[in-house]
Structures are given as C-alpha cells and as structure tokens.
C-alpha cells in the first residue's frame, strides 16, 4: 500500500514537472505581430569618447547624443508592414580639439553649424516597408538631408529602424539557442564587416534576454575638411537585447563598443581608440 502511494505521489509531481520543463525547451519561430495605428516611443541614447595620439599628444573626442522618434505603424497587410519614423527632440553635444558644437531641439535659439544641418530633421518623418521577418522592402525620405564629412556627424546619422533585431526575426526562439551572423556594408568609400555570435540567455513570460558578442572590420576612406583620410580598424562590440516575443519588437537594446583604429593622413599614421555605448529603450504609447 505504502509503495503504491509513493508511485501516486511521483506521478502527481514528477510528471508534470517534466512536462512542464519539457515545454519550456520548445521556442516560437520570432515575427513582427504588429497592430496598425499603434504607436511607439523610442528614445535614443549614444555616448562616444575617443582619444587620437599625434605627434606625441593625445587629442580627446567627447559627443553624447539623446534623441525621442515617434514609430507608428501605418498599415498591416498579409505579408508587409508599413512603418513611419519621425524625429520628435534631439540633444546633441560634441567637443573636440577645444571646439564645442551644441544642438537642442528644446531652444529655439539654436545657432551654428549644428543647427543648419540638425534643425531640419526635427519633425521629418522616413517611411519604410518590411516584410514579417523585418526585411526593408522599400525605404523613403520625405526630404533628403545633406550628408556631412565630419564623421562626428556619424553620432546622428539616420541609420535605419532600430525597433527590432533583424537577425533574430525568422528563427526559433529558446534558451541556450546559439547562432551567428555576419553584415557587411558600405557607406561612401568606408566598408564594414561585422561577425558575432548571439545567444539566448533566457525567455521570462514572453520576454527574450539575448547577449551579443561581435567584431567589426573598417577599412576604406572618409573626408574631413577637404582631405581625405585612409582608415582601418576594429571594433568589439557586446550587446544586450531584450525582446518581446509577442510582436518581435525589441523593448531595449543596449551596446558597449571598444574602437581601436588607425587614420593614415598626410604621410602620418594616426591610432585612434575610442569607447561608446548605444542604447535603445522603446515603449508602447
């Protein structure tokens, strides 16, 4: 009798907690699951410090940069997604070789280059297209804004929607999944090729924690000034991403970036390093 409840008693404990730790190793096949007329707050938040060694000194970079778009979703259909993304406030600080460069898009005093080129992305809204696994299908501007060669500008360059991770949308997502991924691009006459490794460190209710380690290649040539300057370097980057299953969007995303380069300019060899840290933080409205 005895034996015969103890065989009762596992199987009203042991079984189902298998099977629920069973049901916890299958994932879902990540996608955008998006509602149209939602709207969405991402708020932005990049911090760059660098340091060049010329001719036995050390000049120092700094530029922070916080700026607040407004993402809507415009329409849903069967297998595309149309999506706005309008600049709502920008902050940027830049400081380098003892110049300072300011904007606020909260003043409405802004003078100097800053304001010339910034001024007129508040308010403009970019429209894009993506299938369900966030590939851009079509991309517009409603104006065009004139590039910069201060790769300072770099800080505040449109860089695409940065609501979701593409690489993770199409893919079975669970715990302890591993995958890598490699992107290269070209901006100008500078290429980048960037290969990580992203892994699954857990799933809460729906939520995906997923820790990125990666390495990013430069090499090509930039102009600052008129000169133009050959660059080659490395970039390590690490990364967090907190992801909400239910819609494929991200709910923050942040990265820490250690650059250790090289500018050749003038018949000189310039090594540059630099730390900076980007961090996406996007809410439902």
């Known amino acids: 009798m005895q034996k015969q409840k103890m065989n009762m008693l596992l199987k009203k404990l042991v079984l189902p907690a298998f099977l629920l730790a069973s049901s916890c190793s299958f994932g879902q096949t990540a996608k955008l699951v998006l509602e149209k007329g939602k709207k969405y707050e991402l708020v932005s938040v990049t911090k760059l410090s660098t340091t060049a060694s010329v001719m036995g000194q050390e000049m120092e ?19 595309e997604i149309d999506i706005s993304s309008t600049l709502k406030i920008l902050n940027t600080e830049m400081s380098a070789m003892g110049q300072e460069m300011n904007y606020n898009s909260a003043n409405k005093n802004n003078t100097g280059p800053l304001a010339d080129q910034l001024g007129k992305r508040i308010d403009k809204t970019k429209n894009y297209t993506v299938d369900l696994f966030g590939k851009t ?15 300072m500008m770099g800080l505040v360059k449109e860089t695409g929607l940065t609501i979701f991770v593409r690489t993770a949308l199409g893919r079975e997502i669970k715990p302890d999944i ?9 901006s100008g006459k500078l290429k980048t090729a ?16 997923i820790n990125y380690t990666g390495v990013q290649n430069l090499t090509g040539t930039m102009e600052q000034m008129g000169q133009e300057l050959n660059l080659t370097g490395t970039n390590k980057i690490t990364s967090e ?10 709910r923050t995303y942040t990265s820490a970036i250690d650059s250790n ?10 090594p540059v ?9 996007l809410k439902a409205l």
């Open 61 to 79: 970079s700094v530029a922070n940069n916080e700026s607040t778009d407004l993402i809507e979703v415009k329409d849903v259909r069967a297998n």
């Open 137 to 151: 299908i079509r991309e517009d501007a409603t104006e065009a804004v004139e590039e910069d060669s201060n790769p």
């Open 178 to 186: 591993i995958w890598t991924d490699t992107v290269s691009s070209t």
């Open 194 to 209: 960037t290969t990580g490794k992203y892994l699954v460190r857990s799933i809460d209710n729906g939520i995906a924690t």
């Open 241 to 250: 991403i907190i992801m909400d299953l239910a819609t494929g969007l991200i």
């Open 261 to 270: 380069n090289t500018i050749e300019a003038s018949g000189m060899s310039i």
């Open 273 to 281: 390093t630099g730390k900076s840290t980007v961090a996406y933080t």
